[in-house]
């Protein structure tokens, strides 16, 4: 079956921009994580989400936020973009919210110039 | 909440066997240990999961002594694609989210 799809793979924004990353996640897993990562900073937790529910959340300012929709696909979204966020974002999905494994996508790659 | 320690980094040769030890000194008896490998600029990727004993997958294979304080992930024969790096991830209890550590950074040299 088809594996955690992350789109787009690359992107280049401004600073004060605002930018949407989209995630579909395996069919059938209802639960969606967000992770941004960093080389000082590795995996931090940004967000998760179940049956269109944010469930937890990561330490990460308001300018941060997500969305999940009806079929489980998810958005995460950066408003006013910082230099600072420029990083991997990466969404995993599992069956659900006592899943032992995550399922990864490629990831996207944002910079902010 | 359980958390784990492992090394920071460790360095092979090519043919060698790699064994990566995680301290995880709270977990209940009945989380799994999972390990994930990653590559650069891509996801981990789920290697193996145990609960108790001895699990063996293509990849590697997973020691669990009895008090389950640790796990070994051991990797036969590695190849220089073997250069990545192994987290160990702490079992999640319901509604809390997966947290990785620094994990450990394994290259392979040859």
């Known amino acids: 079956k088809a594996g955690v799809t992350q789109t787009p793979r690359y992107l280049i924004k401004t600073r004060g921009q605002q930018v949407t990353l989209s995630c579909s996640p395996i069919?059938?897993?209802?639960?969606v994580s967000w992770y941004q990562q960093t080389p000082g900073q590795g995996l931090q937790f940004l967000f998760e989400?179940?049956?269109?529910?944010?469930?937890n959340k990561g330490n990460f300012p308001g300018r941060f936020s997500g969305r999940q929709f009806s079929n489980s696909r998810s958005e995460m979204n950066v408003s006013t973009l910082e230099l600072g966020d420029s990083a991997l974002y990466l969404c995993?999905?599992?069956?659900?919210?006592?899943?032992?494994?995550?399922?990864f996508g490629q990831g996207t790659r944002l910079t902010v110039v | 909440l359980a958390k784990t320690t492992q090394p920071i980094s460790m360095d092979s040769y090519e043919g060698q066997e790699v064994n990566i030890t995680c301290s995880h000194n709270?977990?209940?008896?009945?989380?799994?240990i999972t390990w994930y490998q990653q590559f650069p600029s891509q996801g981990p990727r789920f290697i193996i999961q145990?609960?108790?004993t001895k699990v063996t997958n293509e990849v590697a294979s997973l020691f669990i002594p009895a008090d389950r304080k640790s796990s070994t992930l051991s990797l036969p024969r590695v190849s220089l694609s073997d250069t990545a790096v192994y987290y160990c991830?702490?079992?999640?209890?319901?509604?809390?989210?997966?947290?990785f550590g620094p994990g450990t950074r394994l290259s392979v040299l040859p």
């Open positions: 989400y179940f049956s269109e529910t944010q469930r």
């Open positions: 991830l702490a079992p999640r209890n319901y509604g809390q989210n997966f947290v």
């Open positions: 145990g609960y108790k």
């Open positions: 069919s059938g897993h209802r639960s």
């Open positions: 709270n977990i209940a008896t009945n989380d799994y």
């Open positions: 995993a999905s599992s069956l659900g919210l006592d899943s032992t494994e995550a399922f």
